[in-house]
Each structure stands twice: as C-alpha cells, then as structure tokens.
C-alpha cells in the first residue's frame, strides 16, 4: 500500500514543529520556518508529482509522486558511501540505482549530489525507515535556519526554540 501525500505531510507536520505546508514552482514543499521568519524557510523535503522537462528519470504516473528529503553529507555518505558527481544539465546522478522503482529508497536522481534522497511512491513500512531520515532532515533544517535567523538558536536536540 503506498502512502497517500496527505498522510506524510500529516505526519511531518504533527512530528516536527515549525514545518510548513508550501506549493512553489509546482510542486508541494515543506520548509522548516517557525514563526515565518523567513519569505518561504528552508527546504525539508518535497513531492514531485510528475515528470519535468529536467527530472524524468522517476517515469512518474498519473496518481504517483517521488518523496524527496534533504539530508547532511554525513546521513547520505552513511546510507549510500558516497556522494555522487553533480550532473550535467539535465542529468542523472550516476549511482547505478533504478529511478523508477518504488517504495526503494534511493539518491535523488538529480540532487543526490547535495545529499538529497528520494522514493517514490513510500509505504508505510518505507516511512518507518525513513523517520530517523527526517528527524536527521529537520535536524539540518533547523541547525540552518538558526545561521539565517541568529534570534532563533537550536536546542541540543537539534530543534529550534520558537
């Protein structure tokens, strides 16, 4: 069973305070901006719900998304032993993964290069997986924010103080 969109974003949302909801350059967006300090926050992870003219590798359907969530060099070397090589416009990272596949996690197909992960289509067992992914993620969103907006400065845990 994959995952609806709603349902991670109920998730995110409910787990880690001072994500928001966004919709930019048409895709859906959750960006780590507590008190909307910032004109959109930082990016935490997005959803791509179809193919773009520089993003086709995932052969998105109709009905089907890629979830994409950004992580520190340390958390994706740790998962995949390397970072790959940025691609050329229009590219693919050249990681030997299928792009295509569901419910796997897997580099992103393009921002793999700046320690993005994706997976399309997730299940509810692929979402258990990727919890301590996205507390890693919000953890880098956070620690990021606090350098753009000094006033707000982390807790130990990696969240920021509202």
């Known amino acids: 069973m994959t995952l609806s969109i709603e349902q991670i974003v109920e998730y995110v949302t409910e787990t880690f305070p001072g994500v928001v909801d966004n919709r930019n350059w048409g895709e859906r967006a959750l960006f780590y901006n507590p008190g909307q300090k910032l004109p959109k926050g930082i990016y935490f992870l997005t959803f791509k719900e179809k193919d773009g003219a520089h993003d086709s590798s995932s052969q998105i359907q109709p009905g089907q998304y890629r979830l994409n969530i950004g992580l520190s060099k340390t958390a994706f070397t740790a998962r995949f032993g390397f970072i790959p090589a940025r691609p050329p416009a229009g590219g693919v990272v050249n ?49 990021k924010f606090s350098k753009r907006i000094p006033d707000i400065a982390p807790n130990p845990d990696g969240c920021a103080a509202g």
């Not at 299940?123 to 969103?141: N, R």
């Open 95 to 143: 990681t030997g993964h299928d792009f295509t596949t569901c419910d796997i996690i897997t580099p992103h197909p393009v921002y793999g290069w700046m320690s993005w992960i994706a997976v399309k289509n997730p299940s509810p067992a692929t979402l258990d997986e990727l919890k301590p992914l996205l507390a890693e993620a919000y953890k880098l969103a956070a620690t």
